[in-house]
Structure formats: structure tokens, C-alpha cells
T-cell receptor, first 119, second 117 residues
Framework: GAVVSQHPSRVICKSGTSVKIECRSL??????MFWYRQFPKQSLMLMAT?????????EQGVEKDKFLINHASLTLSTLTVTSAHPEDSSFYIC???????????????FGDGTRLSIL | AQKVTQAQTEISVVEKEDVTLDCVYE???????LFWYKQPPSGELVFLIR??????QNEISGRYSWNFQKSTSSFNFTITASQVVDSAVYFC??????????????FGKGTKLTVNP
């Protein structure tokens, strides 16, 4: 089945550091990838929709200069948390949407998430 | 705007009991999809089911079953003969078309299920 690899799975770093998270679709092409954020014991909130070769579309309230998204190829999207602070600590999950969704009962495949802790 | 409500924040049952997780949704779309995902303590999201708004047939998969009622905008999930391994947070989600035409998911707040031995 379709596999999405998200790396790293866990990051602990000092305040002020920029952190890059990768989301790769391993065995399918994904023109669209989504980035979600999940605070402890809360739901997943969509941060942005990433389209291959174009600028990401950010949800209301999400700072685009804070959360930089690059989707340079059909199999890779990256999320960079710039100058991270403790309030950015969260669980970040990406998902990738297959090109040919009609063939799939599962239009989005999720990565395993990245747990980010800023000290 | 789309909205998904999971009124049960936490549920605790004893192994072998049946348990139903409720999901109520709001949408103005005539075509939409509903989903259930399982999130174990390790954090990854496990896809359970996707249901088209035009298909109101109930579905059964092993110990899992889903009841989709368009008249009440509900998509409830039942686990029969629950097991300890079923302990997780379960999310109901609704698809929504973005401005760019792609499909994004709106999640409920989740129901934490604890199955005790």
C-alpha cells in the first residue's frame, strides 16, 4: 500500500533553532501534501496545503513566515519551523494525496508524525 | 463551514464489551466523504474507513461496524467485543474541498477509548 515517510520522528532543540521536517511519498506521486499540527490531547488542525511546484496555501491564523513549506517534487514536501520557540512544541503530521484518488479508498496517506520539543 | 463533533471525550470499558463512538457532522456540500481514524499512543494515524455521502449502507469489518445516517448527520462507529489493543484515540473526519480543488480533512476532537482487561 501507499507509504508516507516522515522524518525525523522526534526533535528536541533549543529555542531559536530552525527545524526542518520532511514528508516523502515512497511509492506514489503526490501533487498535494497537507501539514497538520496536533497539541497534546487535542485534534489535528490543518496548517497548510502544499502543492507541487507552487506556493502553499495556509490556513487562517498560521504564520507563513514562521512555517515555511516547500514542495519541490511529486514525492517530497518539507516544513521548516523557523526560529522555533517553546510554544511551537507540538506533534506535526503530514499527509500525501495520491494523484489518482479515484482508484484509492484512502485519498490521504499519513506519515507517522514528528514530535517537536523546543526547550 | 464544515464541522465534526465527537461529544464523547473519553470512554472506558471492560474487555469484551461493545462500545459505540459517536460522530455528528455539519456540511453544506452535497458530496462529501466521512472517515474514521485510529491514533494509538505511538501517534501515527491508522485509516479505518472512508464513506461516500451517497452510500448509506452500513459497513462491517470484523469487529468494527459503522452506521451512517444522513438524516441525522451521524456516522457512528461500533467496536464489538472490545480488546485492550483497541485502546486509542479515535477521530472522525469530514472531507472539504479547498479553494485549489483538493480535498482537506476536518477532524473532530477525538474520543479516547480505554479498554481495561
Amino acid at each position: 500500500g501507499a507509504v508516507v515517510s516522515q522524518h525525523p520522528s522526534r526533535v528536541i532543540c533549543k529555542s531559536g533553532t530552525s527545524v526542518k521536517i520532511e514528508c516523502r511519498s515512497l511509492d506514489f506521486q503526490a501533487t498535494t501534501m497537507f501539514w497538520y499540527r496536533q497539541f497534546p490531547k487535542q485534534s489535528l488542525m490543518l496548517m497548510a496545503t502544499s502543492n507541487e511546484g507552487s506556493k502553499a496555501t495556509y490556513e487562517q491564523g498560521v504564520e507563513k513566515d514562521k512555517f515555511l513549506i516547500n514542495h519541490a517534487s511529486l514525492t517530497l514536501s518539507t516544513l521548516t519551523v523557523t526560529s522555533a520557540h517553546p510554544e511551537d512544541s507540538s506533534f506535526y503530521i503530514c499527509s500525501a494525496r495520491e494523484l489518482h484518488v479515484v482508484k484509492s479508498n484512502q485519498p490521504q496517506h499519513f506519515g507517522d508524525g514528528t514530535r517537536l520539543s523546543i526547550l | 463551514a464544515q464541522k465534526v463533533t465527537q461529544a464523547q471525550t473519553e470512554i472506558s470499558v471492560v474487555e469484551k464489551e461493545d462500545v459505540t463512538l459517536d460522530c455528528v457532522y455539519e456540511t453544506r456540500d452535497t458530496t462529501y466523504y466521512l472517515f474514521w481514524y485510529k491514533q494509538p499512543p505511538s501517534g501515527e494515524l491508522v485509516f479505518l474507513i472512508r464513506r461516500n455521502s451517497f452510500d448509506e449502507q452500513n459497513e462491517i469489518s470484523g469487529r468494527y461496524s459503522w452506521n451512517f445516517q444522513k438524516s441525522t448527520s451521524s456516522f457512528n462507529f461500533t467496536i464489538t467485543a472490545s480488546q485492550v489493543v483497541d485502546s486509542a484515540v479515535y477521530f472522525c473526519a469530514l472531507s472539504e474541498l479547498t479553494q485549489g480543488g483538493s480535498e482537506k480533512l476536518v477532524f473532530g476532537k477525538g474520543t479516547k477509548l480505554t479498554v481495561n482487561p
